[in-house]
């Protein structure tokens, strides 16, 4: 049974205050039979509505939680509070906001979605008790390692050079208002390497101009600084030199323009206990940024759904 569909977003944004920092959580109580307590974090380039489509296919199997991650979706960064937006600070963060929401909760599923899932890896190697609190572990077109993006060597040292660069204040500053100022991103961001992909199965003009504003409102919303340090933190990744005494499933895209999948599971095979995969049918790394229910389905297929129906003993049995 699917979600309900006319569920409005704002009906399950609250305010989030933690570590100092002030932001927003989607939280949305089970719209189906499941039972369980699920913790989405989100990747890059993202906010609370942009994951509100696939927010609804989780719901059928249990609560959903969904905080914002310092610097994204309108959330106050570090810089704000004197640190820098690293991978580790961000792993820190998610461990405070775990044993803090589900302090009263025996277990939790985790679900990461790219960069996200990056986070939950690196916040189970910095806190190995929390393993215990786990019940599944959910890669959606998640990574482990620099290796596994497709770019090219030139490519990627042209990548990491600008994110270096922008990661400073003052071209931040510039960059801010002058490359993604709203006239500039609808004249020219849909040309651009990245976002080619995203717009390649838009035909319709009404469409275009629904997705563009969004994209605006992305730009917008997350912090420059941060994008530009993550990327570059990502960029650099190597999460493989310490291991986590979990199974992860790991949900892949043949179509995936970001990551050669082969190299991902390697890495993963380093890092996790088991790795199992299951495959959607998806057109890119990930669905359009205003995908609603049935556009994020396939985010979660057959195999993933069956694991998320089971009760917690089923899964341990499972394996």
Known sequence: MMAKKNLDPADFIVPLNISGLEGRMLHIPPQGKGKREILFVYGHHSTLERWWGLMNVLSEYGTVTMPDLPGFGGMDSFYKVGQKPTIDAMADYMA?????????????????????????????????DLTAKVDLLISLVGFAHRDDFLFSPTRRRV???????????????????????????????????????????????EEFNRM??????????????????????????????????????????????????????QHMRVIFSDFEEAEMQ??????????????AAPLVPEKIRRLLAKELKEVEKSK
């Open 159 to 205: 990548y990491r050079t600008t994110a270096k660069i922008l990661s400073y204040k003052l071209p931040a500053f510039i960059f801010r208002y002058t490359a993604i100022t709203a006239p500039v991103l609808r004249l020219a961001y849909a040309k651009t390497y990245n976002a080619k992909k995203k717009f390649a199965a838009v035909t319709d003009r």
């Open 96 to 128: 405070a906001f775990i044993k803090w929401r589900y302090k009263r909760k025996k277990k939790v599923t985790l679900v990461g979605i790219s960069f996200g899932f990056v986070v939950i890896t690196r916040m189970l190697q910095r806190y190995p």
């Open 282 to 295: 998806l057109a890119s790394h990930a669905p359009s940024v205003i995908a609603d229910a049935e556009m």
């Open 212 to 265: 563009m504003d969004f994209e605006v409102v992305l730009w917008h919303q997350n912090h420059v600084r941060t994008h530009w340090f993550t990327s570059h933190e990502f960029l650099d990744l190597d999460n493989c030199d310490r291991t986590v005494d979990l199974p992860v499933w790991h949900v892949a895209t043949a179509n995936d323009h970001f990551f050669d999948h082969s190299v991902v599971e």
